[in-house]
């Protein structure tokens, strides 16, 4: 029942509009942090918009009848590793200054929703492993742009643990690539239990 709800197409119209709401939120959040950026980074500046403009985008192919493969992979790497690596960084926040205030509490809630939504949807991925592995080259070549080039978010109270962020980071990575791996997977067994 619940999933018959999350695929019907007026609840993916609603999705839709939440996600591309989000997504330009987000865009206009890193505005100041791209003013600052020399343009050749841009792409990988405003990482979790760019994750669900990703999802974004999966949803208008099923809506349309079409699986975007590599967009699938793409977003679900994206949204699950930069949902939960914004909920650790505002809770690592609070962790440091004691209290943080209610945009913090919202990029909490907000950014586990992506996670979850990308968990979610899982059923409805299409991708196959070469997706996985460019979507994975994409990711890990993110975390050295934003770790080695000094292009990650910035998180003003945390910038003096970057190197143990940017090791988190490429462990979460690591597990967000096996887990679209797992997805993919478990799809092709069940193709292979039917066949």
């Not at 990988?44 to 918009?49: E, T």
Request: aromatic share 18%; proline share 2%.
């Amino acid at each position: 029942m619940a999933w018959l709800i999350l695929t019907h197409k007026s609840f993916l119209w609603i999705l839709l509009f939440v996600n591309i709401f989000g997504t330009v939120y987000g865009y206009d959040w890193y505005m100041w942090q791209l003013e600052m950026t020399d343009p050749i980074f841009w792409i990988f500046v405003p990482d979790s918009p760019t994750a669900s403009l990703f999802f974004s985008i999966a949803i208008i192919g099923w809506l349309i009848g079409k699986n975007f493969k590599l967009i699938e992979a793409l977003a679900l790497i994206t949204l699950v590793k930069y949902g939960l690596w914004a909920v650790v960084m505002n809770l690592l926040t609070l962790n440091e200054l004691g209290s943080i205030d209610k945009v913090g509490w919202m990029l909490i809630g907000s950014h586990f929703a992506m996670a979850v939504q990308a968990i979610l949807y899982s059923g409805m991925y299409k991708f196959d492993f070469k997706h996985i592995v460019i979507a994975a080259i994409w990711t890990l070549h993110n975390d050295v742009i934003d770790y080695v080039f000094g292009q990650m978010p910035i998180y003003y109270d945390l910038m003096k643990h970057m190197q143990q962020i940017g090791y988190f980071t490429f462990w979460l990575s690591i597990a967000c690539i096996t887990l679209a791996y797992i997805v993919w997977r478990k799809r092709v067994k069940r193709k292979t239990v039917i066949v």
